[in-house]
């Protein structure tokens, strides 16, 4: 379990990536119950959140966490991740500075803080925690096949890429669903969901016997504290690399419902440009007869990502298409509001 | 890599197992190129392989490894497996005598023998090595969609369930090709296959994200040494549990041409008896459309496992009423011989 709580006051650290590269900092400040009190980037030192990033809570961007100290800070967290989820040395000083101050780190890397010899014997010294949030737990085991036995409707995002949305989708629902007085709870699987939501396993990290294990764990454990959960969902079913991952939170989530995700424009898998993005219709019969024999579910609506279009009238188009394509009822649930998903799948 | 090879005499525990649920065990026999020189199983000590396993090498059956020690072993294999990977400590003493004899222990457990102190210690004492072949490399990373560009023609087996023969069928085939004069390797994926083949890395056991990546890098390596690959599958699409695994192969090997696997008259998956094993006909199609947007391939021929029959005739029919189904020549290459199959694929 992650150690974050509401009254927590947390520092980002986005060095030179804020906002565009900083999926994992831009996601915290939008949807994380703690306060950030400040951003680390040098490019942008003296700058403010909202300069970038107009609709969430503000805060100073500052050079280096010496700099944040002033505002007290209980937390820092890495917000962002270079490709192969190493630590980049010139963040050392940061994550130093942030121990000596008596901070506990958070970070989502592939590279384990708490592995690195100099932060534990000085996270020991100072008292702090380091957390890991893509270690798994060391007791994960193969799944039983009873995520369809859970006590709660189960809801997850598909998509046809990495990056289109699953996760922010699944978190504007659960807000608009705790709007309408649903007992709605968000299941994390990487490692911004985790981070925002202080608890999940992150499925692409697992031993590949036990991802789908680790999915039912979840849904099993938080169907006991809520009476609908959204998944958020991970890569593409036809991902040269990470489709097996997808293909475990399918089969370990047994969802009742699917919602698919998509960012309008993209032609290629982000990444593998030479694998092209399918037709649409195409992932609906994938992802609805790779479920059936192991627990059926249908793709009830879908969540378009428009940052493409500047006017919200050719978002509006390219919604309208993308629902008529799906034959199911669809948003962009960032541009608009999450109301017609939810209709849908209430 | 695993140090096993041709000259190595290698004794094999199974104890209480052998031969029926001791599938490593029999794998080894069957398969490998070392020469099997004792199998430890206490419930059969006195008898014989041949009483059992009548077309493989014959070799004694002793209660335990100082039983062993007068043939002048080189290795002690593992060749069977408790549920979860465990190391059953009734085998303490068996290894300890290995050791203690000078012989290197190969096992295929999720418990890894070196990092068990007492075994680590007295292994340096004797300088032997303990080969955990389910521990993966340390270096892996994601798939690159690169094994479509392998210059070789790559064969993978593809199942209605795990225990369906996807290993035996590639192995069978990999001699019957090398009989024609054909430079075919075997690419294993699994611990049997490992320990049989000497090398390989343990895809269900890599992190889920790295899964594809693993296979990639064994077809892009195998490729350089052959002319035809013959990738040993894993487990089954529409499995609870393990369904991840087999995407990543489908995807990460990037096949020419799949050979489906069946077991004749089994009617739900393995260990999962609510979970009933679809038509023949819906594998055909989930596994051709979920590979054809990464790279596209058929079911070109079927292997049928026959054992539930007696008689040749019943299973003839079995094979061609399998055949009809798939629309694809099929046989039972251990029953029969893997002619047929070689015949569909080259």
């Known amino acids: 379990m992650v150690s974050l709580d509401p009254d927590d006051s947390v520092v980002v650290l986005a060095h030179e990536q804020f906002p565009d590269r900083a999926k994992t900092a831009v996601g ?25 990033v107009p609709d969430v809570a503000d805060a100073p961007i500052v050079e280096r966490m010496a700099d944040a100290l002033e505002f007290d800070p209980d937390v820092l967290l890495i917000g962002i991740a270079p490709i192969g989820g190493g630590f980049d040395e010139s963040w050392r000083p940061d994550v130093r500075a942030a121990i000596e101050a008596g901070c506990d780190v958070v970070a989502g890397l592939h590279y384990f803080l708490e592995d690195d010899e100099e932060f534990a014997a000085l996270a020991a010294d100072h008292g702090v ?63 911004t969901g985790i981070m925002i939501a202080g608890w999940g396993v992150p499925v692409d990290r697992v031993i590949a016997d036990f991802a789908a294990g680790a999915v039912e764990r979840m849904i099993l454990d938080a169907a006991e504290e809520h009476d609908v959960l959204f998944v958020e969902g991970q890569g593409t079913i036809v ?41 649409v ?26 940052r493409a279009f500047d006017d919200d009238e050719a978002a509006r188009a390219a919604v309208e298409e993308y629902a008529a394509t799906l034959d199911a009822p669809a948003t962009d649930p960032v541009r608009f509001d999450a109301d017609e998903i939810l209709d849908a799948l209430l």
Do not use: N, W
């Open 28 to 52: 915290v400040l939008r949807y994380a119950d703690y306060d950030v009190t400040a951003v680390l980037d040098r490019a942008r030192a003296g700058e403010r959140v909202a300069d970038h």
């Open 239 to 279: 991902h040269p690399a990470y489709s097996g991952v997808t293909c475990s939170l399918l089969h370990g989530a047994m969802p009742d419902a699917l919602v698919m995700t998509h960012s309008a424009g993209r032609e290629a898998i982000h990444g593998y440009e030479d694998f092209a993005i399918p037709p």
């Open 129 to 191: 925690d380091l957390i890991d949030v893509r270690r798994p737990p060391d007791d994960l085991t193969v799944s039983g096949g009873r995520a369809r036995d859970a006590d709660a409707d189960v809801i997850l995002t598909v998509g046809t890429d990495c990056s289109t949305g699953k996760m922010t989708t699944m978190l504007e629902l659960v807000a608009a669903a705790q709007e309408r007085g649903i007992d709605a709870g968000f299941v994390p699987t990487g490692q």
């Open 281 to 306: 219709e195409e992932y609906v019969d994938l992802y609805e007869s790779l479920a059936a024999p192991v627990a059926p579910t249908e793709v009830a609506a879908g969540a378009l990502d428009t």
